[in-house]
Each structure stands twice: as C-alpha cells, then as structure tokens.
C-alpha cells in the first residue's frame, strides 16, 4: 500500500508561481510519481511525470511544458511541482499518483490506468 499527501494548492493571481508537495508513505514500491489535475466538468489530465528507477526522466503535458518542473527528493519520499506563470486555466484540483508496477504499456504513462496510488488532492485557483 501507498498513501500520498498532497499539499502546496491555494489561490494566487495570474503570473503567480506556486509549488506543490507530495509526500508518499508506506512499504509499496515506487517507480515513477506524476502530477494530475483535474478541473470541474473535465475529466482528469495528465501534467507531469518522474521516473524513479534507473534515471530521473520527466515528462509534461504540453499545456505545462517550459512552465511546471516536476522534481522528486528521495530522502524526503516527497515529490514537488513548481508550477510558474500560472493562467486562470491551470485552475483545477490537484491529485498526486503513484505508479507500483515495474512497467506500463509503451507510451501510456498519461493515463489514469496507469497509477495505482492516488492522493486526495490539492485545489489551485488562480484569478485573472
């Protein structure tokens, strides 16, 4: 079992940046962690994604990309997400998920499918 908390989320005004933090507990492995969200009436969406076996390697949605940084401290067992030039679009609840088996199906690691851990989330507003 893995538990995830997530926390970090509030409201902040366009341009703003914010930095979320997931903290994961329990005897479970790891191998990657990713950040989604979800805004109301849609459905939930892939942002951003750290690998934790063998390399470090990231993945963002292209909505993110140039602005989010995912980044993962080990000795913490906390992943983050920097979030910069926040837009009144990236409003949306924030979940945390954890991926625990050691492989997923090629090019699937935007999927919900995926991740079998999730976190209770973390809302983001952000006012134009």
């Known amino acids: 079992q893995v538990q995830l908390k997530e926390s970090g989320g509030g409201l902040v005004q366009a341009g703003d940046s914010l930095k979320l933090s997931c903290v994961d507990s329990?005897?479970?492995?790891?191998?990657?962690m990713a950040w989604f969200r979800q805004a109301p009436g849609q459905e939930r969406k892939f942002v951003a994604r750290?690998?934790?076996?063998?390399?470090?390697?990231?993945f963002y949605a292209d909505a993110v990309k140039g602005r989010f940084t995912i980044s993962r401290d080990s000795a913490k067992d906390t992943t983050y997400l920097q979030m910069n030039a926040l837009s009144p679009e990236d409003t949306a609840v924030y979940y945390c998920a954890a991926q625990v088996t050691p492989t997923i199906s090629t090019n699937t690691y935007f999927r919900t499918s995926s991740y079998h851990a999730w976190g209770q989330g973390t809302q983001v507003t952000v006012f134009s």
């Open positions: 329990g005897p479970t492995t790891r191998y990657a």
């Open positions: 750290v690998n934790l076996r063998n390399t470090e390697t990231t």
